[in-house]
């Protein structure tokens, strides 16, 4: 199960990658992407991430569920570059746009988070020379994957609590409890973190 | 056993003195702590692990200055918090009990070892991958006392630990601390749970009006409450 409930478990030859792998691949597609500059290799693209979609038996309605937040903000790319740069320009943004934003899903969608902090604290190791602590960056990422639904637990509770009292329409009213509670979480795991030994 | 010394310790919280004056040795196997709200009773057992430090006086625990050794003091003194959520910082469970191993530099496979058994110790080995915040209340509370237990501390101090458990589980926690080797300090208003506890001190604004055997501490506790 994933901690953010994102991760699909699954076989197929992209589960099976190790994550570092999954992880380089898509940071070396992103370098390329920065010199796609015409509509043809950007679809090309989306064909790659279309085919990993597919060799991972990954269910279009379970993409698509993870891609639907993330649409306005294409299209709304899309437009402008329309506006200002022309049909061409455009399709090539949304086309790279579009196939990064599937690859990464594809990468969350195959990879337990674990996996995916383990790869990224072997990834940082070789700056351990110039004074970064790979462990700690692991710390970092895991405690921040780990406030995303203390995050939404507290606005849930918040809005029951709004909804209890007939405030529906407040947005001052969810927002600032919903920050005071959020630093209070972070110094409750700073405390939590101490009393660990954590940093000793 | 461990011992813990309240040398002539207060502590402030602002303008208002929660913690007065208190002197006391614990050598004991059980030790509970019983009291109001706002007794001060949780700041007491926060200095037992150097989360909260003394205005006035010291805390020793085996002779070391919590304020002095936080560190070594808190390889020997582990705490387990009323609110498992607030303990629990790693987001699946075998993560969280492993976090505590960090500083004592185990190979990656003795790590794995040691998580793999305190978990199957107390039934959460099945749950080992599973995201820590979807556990139950109960199986958090026992997340949170593994992952300490883990790493294997003299002392175990809890403040409140089963106030936000259901009976059933407020029972398994405590049936559980019966069964530890190690010194456990037990701050809390389950009054069963102290049942065989070697030493009970009840506090009172800041002060501790009893020290004795379990019956006397909640006599002197309910006293406090007319």
Known sequence: MSVLGIYRPGDSV??????????????GIGAVSAFVHAPAPAIALVGVAVL???????PAAAAARQLRPLLPVVVL?????WFNRGGPAAATTVGVLAALLLLATLVSLTTPTAEIVQALVALVAPLRRFGIDPERVGLLLALGIRAVPQIVDLARTIRDAQRARGLTADPRAFAV????????QADLTGEALRARGIDD | MSEIVFDGVSHDFGAERVVDDVSLVLRERRVGIVGANGSGKSTLARMINGLVEPTVGRVLVDGLDVARHGREVRRRVGFVFTNADNQIVMPTVREDVALGLRRHRLSRAEVAHRVEAALDAVGLGDHADHPAHLLSSGQKQLLALTSVLVTEPDVLVLDEPTTLLDLRNARDVVRRLTGLRQQVVLVTHDLTALDGFDRVLTIDAGRVVFDGDPAGAVAAYVAAMA
Request: glycine letters at 8%.
């Open chain 1, 77 to 81: 790319v899309g437009a402008v570059q």
């Open chain 1, 52 to 58: 990993g979609f597919v060799a991972a038996a990954i």
């Open chain 1, 14 to 27: 992209v589960h099976r990658l190790p994550a570092g792998v999954k992880l380089l691949a898509l940071a």
């Open chain 1, 177 to 184: 409890p919903l920050i005071v509670r959020s630093l209070r």
